[in-house]
Each structure stands twice: as C-alpha cells, then as structure tokens.
C-alpha cells in the first residue's frame, strides 16, 4: 500500500508538467497570443480530464493539441528553427509518459522496475540527439552524392527502426 502513494503522485506531476508546456509557446510567439493559448488551455482540461476520470482515450487528443500549439506558435513566431526545440521535446515526452503512468496507477497497475529511468534516460537521450541534429543544421555542409547516400542510408535505418519496433508477435 506504501507503493501506491508515489504512484498516484504522478498524475498531479503530470498535470503541472502539460501546463508548463501549454504556457511556453503563448509565452514565446508574443503579440497576440490569445488562440494559441487556448489551444494550450484546452489540451490541459483534456489532459486533467482524462487523468481525472480516468478517460485513457482522451490522453492522445490532449497531447495532439499541446503538439499543436506549438506548432501554431512556431508558424506565427515563423521560426525558421527553434533552438529549444529538443528540449521542449523532451518535456513533451516525459508529459506524454507521466500521464499514461498516471493512468495506470489510477487503475491499480504497477510499472515494470526501472521504468521511471528507463524514461528519463531516452528523454535525455532524445533532447541530446536533438540538440546534436541542431548543431549539425548549423554547419554548412556541400551536396552531392555521398551526402544524398548518407541521408538515404539514415531514412532507410529510421523506417527499419520503426518497422522492428512495431513488429508483434503472434
């Protein structure tokens, strides 16, 4: 019963870190912010809803629309790239796996050992990566063949990537 308690802590984090995130893009895009915030006000309800009820079929909508907001904003900013980008990515995914872990403990389930640094190292992970992709954006690089293979070589290991994790067994 002591185990529970932390678990149930997760929802309320969650819920805090999806604000967090609805507020950073009316914040960023400045002049009118009003229907980019309310993109974010609505994803919140939405997510405080379906942590509340527990509605688990809300969760992607709220988070489709936190998504969406900031997308909104980057096209009123029109950022032609935004540096926090990894890092509000990986917020975005630590919010999108606290809710789905708060959903669980609503409804008595327990994560596998290590989930909470399992998720917090591929958050990590992800926001580095990212961070190196921006980095690499920066740098000046001539096309040609090798640079066209490269990219063909990484697009086909994406898809490769995604196909093995989507396999399920029979």
């Known amino acids: 019963m002591i185990r529970a308690r932390p678990l149930l802590a997760v929802g309320p984090a969650a819920l805090a870190l999806a604000a967090a995130l609805a507020l950073v893009p009316p914040l960023r895009a400045g002049g009118s912010p009003g229907p980019i915030a309310g993109l974010g006000g609505a994803a919140v309800a939405l997510y405080a ?3 509340g009820a527990p509605l688990a079929g809300a969760m992607p909508w709220a988070l489709g629309l936190l998504g969406l907001e900031y997308l909104v904003s980057l096209e009123v900013r029109a950022a032609p790239l935004d540096e926090a980008a990894p890092a509000y990515a990986a917020a975005f995914f630590l919010c999108a796996e606290l809710g789905w872990l708060g959903l669980e403990a609503r409804r008595g389930g327990r994560p596998w050992p290590g989930r909470a640094a399992a ?3 591929v958050a990590l992970g992800g926001a580095a990566l990212g ?19 490269l990219g063909v070589a990484a697009a086909v290991a994406v898809a490769a990537s995604l196909a093995w994790l989507g396999r399920r067994p029979a």
Do not use: D, N, R, Y
Request: glycine residues 16%.
């Open 119 to 121: 998720i917090g190292a």
């Open 131 to 149: 961070a190196l992709l921006l980095a690499i954006s920066a740098v000046s690089f001539a096309g040609g063949p090798v640079l066209t293979g």
């Open 49 to 51: 809803i379906s942590l």
